[in-house]
């Protein structure tokens, strides 16, 4: 019972993590005015308006909800007997800045 609830805390704290990357990187674009990748204007990005193939949806769900799935499996590795407070915390940490590097790049370099 322990490590499904320290799974589900870890994934609760990735979503979190991954909305608040989010929030933050939709605000970038008005701080930064830096695009490294060029766009073809003739192109549409967008997913409603446009019809793309199954695996760009399938991409774009493992993007947003894949760093939350890893999460979740480092929360139920870390339910092992013999892993610290501590040791949480800093995997937990770690997670974290690597999930809003992951999103925080995404929008700067698009």
Do not use: N
Not at 15 to 21: D, E, Q, V
Not at 24 to 47: M, N, Q, T
Not at 54 to 62: D, G, K, N, R
Request: hydrophobic share 55%; charged share 10%; proline share 4%.
């Amino acid at each position: 019972m322990k490590r499904i609830g320290l799974s589900v805390g870890f994934l609760i704290a990735g979503l979190l993590t991954s909305w608040a990357a989010t929030v933050a990187g939709s605000h970038l674009p008005f701080w930064f005015h830096v695009k490294l990748l060029r766009h073809d204007s003739s192109a549409c990005y967008e997913i409603g308006p446009c019809s793309v193939s199954w695996w760009v949806t399938a991409a774009l769900v493992a993007y947003l909800l894949g760093p939350s799935f890893i999460f979740m499996v480092t929360g139920w590795l870390s339910a092992k007997p013999g892993v610290t407070t501590s040791k949480k915390l800093s995997r937990l940490l770690l997670l974290a800045v690597f999930t809003f590097v992951l999103y925080l790049l995404g929008y700067v370099i698009s």
